[in-house]
């Protein structure tokens, strides 16, 4: 059995490129078309998930080739985008950057490969034309199977990503989507891509919403979507562990403000097991859930 998931990744040359804030921006222009959208994190972070959870309100979980090997990946990504129109992969670091000096394990692109999942990269196009082809067919070019399929120029605006992208296709065969442009509603604070109050949360969905329209004016997402329609579809079947025999015990799960870092994968597999999950506060409850029998604080 073969799952169609169509999908592509947000990757980027380095940190700080805008990956964060373009992907969220992406998955709330795709909502908005209606799209049920799921959105992963390549690598061991806590933090983007749960803005992309609790701001954009997509589906969220991790993909991490450190942790898991190839068709492990590939179930995670069955599982985690079951039902979702279109999946959203964020990177982490630079496109190539992994787990140590001098290669490429755990990095995005090893997730990209491994899922066969095309990518659209990032790059800052401010105060550069035919020097962004160098950087952006040095990405494409650099490692096989790197599928870069899609560039889109941040900060930049519409009259020089014009300028520009024609150089950009034809020495490097990767399609110029669009620009993001240097719009103060794409300047979220870091500690915004972290943990935010329940009266945070209304107003960062406003800012996502303005960044989202202005992504549907400067960025073809047809087009995008086109891209990720030509992922193949995924042979292993969706991740799930075996019940063991017996009763379903209670976890207690810590969830709120302060309590927040979990992997949306751990939960599901205890749960898989046979666990019966009941969410609380200890922040706000005064005692744990009724016939707790463990107690998990994220």
Known sequence: MSTTIPRFM???????????????????????????CAAFKCGPDYIDPLFHRRVVGARSGNLDGFFTDAPTLRALLARGAAGADVAVLEGVMGFYDGMAPGVADASSYQVARDT????VLVVNGRGASLSLAA?????????????????????????????????????????????????????????????????????????IDKMAELVEKSVDVDRLLEIAATAPDICEEPYRLEPIAGARPIVAVARDEAFSFYYEENLRALED???????????????????TSALYLG
Request: aromatic share 4%.
């Open 135 to 207: 950087v952006i067919r040095g990405i494409a070019e650099f490692l096989p199977c790197a599928n870069v399929r899609g560039v889109v120029l941040n900060k930049t605006s519409a009259a020089a990503c014009a300028y520009a992208a024609p150089a950009i296709e034809k020495h490097t065969g990767v399609a110029v989507l669009g620009n993001i442009p240097a719009d103060e509603a794409f300047s979220l604070e870091s500690r915004h891509l972290g943990l935010v109050t329940a009266d945070e949360v209304e107003q960062l969905s406003a800012r």
């Open 116 to 119: 066969e999942t095309p990518v």
């Open 10 to 36: 947000v990757a980027a040359p380095s940190s700080g490129s805008g990956k964060t804030v373009v992907t969220c921006a992406l998955l709330r222009a795709l909502a908005r078309r209606g799209l049920a």
């Open 273 to 291: 097991l046979g666990c019966e999950l009941a969410f609380f506060s200890p922040l706000c409850d005064s005692e744990l859930p009724r016939g």
